[in-house]
């Protein structure tokens, strides 16, 4: 009896259960797209977090290196406090310089001065060698110098404003001085922005010349890949197939197998200077790696398949009916290609022209080993000063203008082409 | 494609013209990378084809170049090295990236194209960046110079093609077969090894094999983080061309030739067999 009870009960109570729940059968709905959308995320979760530890974060700290100056108010926190007086006027006051003698003689004392007069050195070159010297004279007397004379006799530089100003300038714990740099800028002794002198113009020469080329390879890569994408769209199937494996071969092939089946290639004796010797186009070898033309024939080569496969895979969808309409309408064979096929294609082009454009300005490996003196590229001065300049700070700054670009022009690609239509190996 | 009879002359010199231009275009392709493989068997130190060669003289040839790669502790050690370094980056990436594909694969998540614009990025942001930053991150966990260290950054730069193609496939999936399975009583993990799992299989093993090839591939993040304990083939082979480029080196190019030839092979596979279950006729 009891058992019936309480079964009728439970009846009951799942009877109001539904008739509670059947006017909200929409926020229950609600709630189950929800749940789907958690469990989503939660598929999600694991790939974005580790991106985010292995990749995004290593490069938003090397963002912050490329601004970070921490180092000299660190090491000379008192100077960066009373420097705030000085205004770039002539030269500091006394008490300013010997705020400061007092701490670049802790510093060579504790020895932490190398560091950061290897620092203030990217600034203003010879400055290390003037803190290391006075930093040194300073630690064998006791007494500081008490006025100008003095300190002069330790180093005349220090009577030029623009090593006053250099420390001035690095005292603040960040600065734009690396990206200035970057830009072939820098701060002069009034704490202003000017242009670098002329013989220390680099960057803006390279970055201009990276654009440069990668545009040229864009180019190329476009006007070869375009006939061939034709080709292989309008071909019957299975031959195109097997056109389409003499695509797909360099695409898989290692990046540095194909670089040095180039270097291979066009040396000095190589099959190729062979060929052009035995058949007489010329009588002297020609230098074709190891200099820029030899940079963009691999770049070009390696990037081509790139170019291709989009197009490719934007031809095989456009109807050959466009094509026979236009004809039937009175058009002639090259008007119909050029104003009903050509602009069908467009999304194919930008896909493709994007793509190569945005690998060939981060190219690394190829200008490194064909590039010689001449092909030089952005990444491969960021390489420089990574590994042999170790002016760490530069390195983070190109860095970081590269990104920018990079980025800009992915978020157009996104744009233009959609994110989700990239594809990977046809 | 063929000539039409009615054609004149005009536009036969332009079509075969064009036919000619496609086939530069394919040799361009293609050359540079089959004409490596005969230079390898060169008995000469020499990095041209010598008269011997060009005669098919088999005294000319030698697989001195191959015995040297096999013999040579560096090699093979690095052989060993990259197989093991790409084998674990490639089980990290694929799951990682088949997980989170599949929470793309849902049409209400919010910020879809962001995300995925993020996962993707370590596809687009230029190595020497990517390596740079990993540099100063790595030394700074002690990750440098460790296996540990090399298998994360390499699974990270894998993951986008895992992303890529196991959406890929799943775009034409059809989630009606899931709940079908629900219904009939099977709970998520049953459903996704009996039914999810078979259908969405060729992308992930094509996106693994990217995976795969991307760090087998890559040299510029190994420059940077390994040591000399973890020297991968491409590090070993960058080393090789910069301070001296010796034969053994078509040797060993030859061997990746012959690699990514099977990778191409076996994702041709996949791709017909994909199309096969999916009854899309060719």
């Known amino acids: ?426 | 494609m063929a000539l039409p009879s009615y054609c004149n002359t005009r536009e036969r010199i332009g079509y075969y013209g064009y036919l000619g231009f496609c086939t530069l275009v394919f040799l361009f392709l293609i050359a540079p990378i089959l004409i490596i493989v005969p230079l390898s068997f060169n008995a000469t130190p020499y990095f041209t084809f010598t008269e011997g060669m060009l005669s098919l003289d088999p005294e000319a040839y030698s697989i001195r170049w191959y015995s040297d790669m096999f013999s040579s502790n560096q090699w093979v050690n690095a052989l060993k090295n990259s197989t093991l370094i790409a084998l674990s980056a490639t089980i990290v990436a694929t799951v990682l990236g088949t997980l989170a594909a599949m929470g793309l694969a849902a049409n209400n998540v919010p910020f879809r194209n962001t995300i995925m614009a993020f996962l993707i990025s370590p596809m687009i942001v230029p190595v020497i960046i990517s390596a740079a930053a990993m540099y100063f991150f790595y030394t700074r966990l002690d990750l440098s110079q460790t296996f540990i260290g090399i298998v994360l950054a390499h699974a990270a730069l894998g993951t986008p093609f895992v992303v890529i193609t196991v959406t890929a496939t799943l775009s034409g999936f059809d989630h009606s077969l899931v709940r079908a399975a629900y219904s009939l009583g099977a709970n998520p993990i049953y459903t996704f090894r009996h039914v999810t799992f078979p259908l969405i299989r060729p992308g992930m093993i094509s996106g693994g094999l990217f995976a795969f090839g991307t760090s087998f591939d890559e040299v510029v993040v190994a420059l940077f983080i390994t040591g000399v304990e973890q020297r991968t083939v491409p590090r070993q082979m960058w080393s090789g061309i910069r301070e001296q480029i010796s034969p053994t080196i078509l040797a060993v190019a030859s061997m990746l030739i012959l690699m990514s030839v099977l990778l191409l092979l076996t994702l041709e596979m996949l791709r017909r067999r994909n199309a096969r279950i999916r009854g899309i006729r060719e």
């Open chain 1, 1 to 426: 009896m009891s058992r019936e009870l309480t079964e009728l009960d439970s009846v009951v109570t799942l009877q109001k259960e539904l008739s509670k729940s059947k006017g909200s059968l929409k926020s229950q709905l609600q709630r189950a797209e929800r749940q789907k959308q958690i469990r989503s995320l939660l598929l999600i979760l694991p790939l974005v977090c580790f991106i985010c530890v292995t990749f995004a974060f290593p490069i938003i700290e090397m963002l912050y290196r490329s601004v970070d100056n921490q180092s000299v108010p660190k090491g000379f926190p008192n100077t960066t406090q009373v420097m705030k007086q000085w205004d770039y006027e002539g030269l500091p006051s006394m008490a300013i310089q010997q705020v400061f003698m007092a701490e670049l003689r802790e510093r060579y004392a504790d020895k932490t001065l190398p560091k950061l007069a290897n620092r203030i050195n990217i600034e203003v070159s010879g400055m290390r060698s003037l803190l290391m010297k006075t930093g040194r004279k300073l630690n064998k007397t006791n007494a500081l110098p008490v006025n100008h004379q003095e300190l002069i006799k330790l180093d005349k530089r220090w009577a030029k404003p623009r090593y006053w100003a250099a420390i001035k300038t690095l005292s603040a714990p960040y600065t734009l001085s690396y990206y200035l740099a970057a830009l072939d800028m820098r701060y002069d002794e009034h704490g202003n922005i000017t242009q670098q002198p002329e013989t220390r113009q680099v960057y803006v020469d390279l970055f201009t010349k990276t654009f440069g080329m990668s545009l040229a390879i864009t180019l190329i890569c476009l006007v070869m890949a375009y006939p061939v994408a034709y080709l292989l769209a309008n071909l019957p199937d299975k031959k195109a197939n097997l056109l389409l494996i003499v695509v797909l071969l360099p695409f898989w092939t290692s990046l540095l197998v194909r670089t040095t089946s180039w270097i291979v290639l066009l040396q000095n004796q190589g099959v190729i200077n062979d060929l052009l010797i035995w058949s007489g186009v010329t009588t002297e070898r020609l230098a074709m790696v190891h200099n820029t033309f030899g940079t963009i024939v691999a770049m070009v080569h390696i990037l081509l398949p790139f170019m291709i496969l989009p197009l490719y895979s934007v031809m095989k969808g456009i109807s050959p009916t466009y094509f026979r309409a236009a004809r039937s309408l009175g058009a002639t064979p090259s008007i119909a290609f050029i104003k009903v096929y050509m602009p069908l294609t467009m999304p194919g082009v930008g896909a493709g022209a994007l793509l190569t454009f945005i690998l060939s300005i981060g190219f690394y490996i190829t200008p490194a080993l064909v590039g010689g003196r001449s092909g030089q590229m952005i990444s491969n001065m960021i390489a420089y000063h990574m590994q042999t300049s170790l002016n760490w700070g530069m390195a983070a700054a190109l860095g970081g203008l590269l990104l920018a670009v990079v980025l800009a022009l992915f978020y157009l690609f996104n744009r233009i082409v959609g994110i989700n239509n990239i594809k990977v190996g046809g």
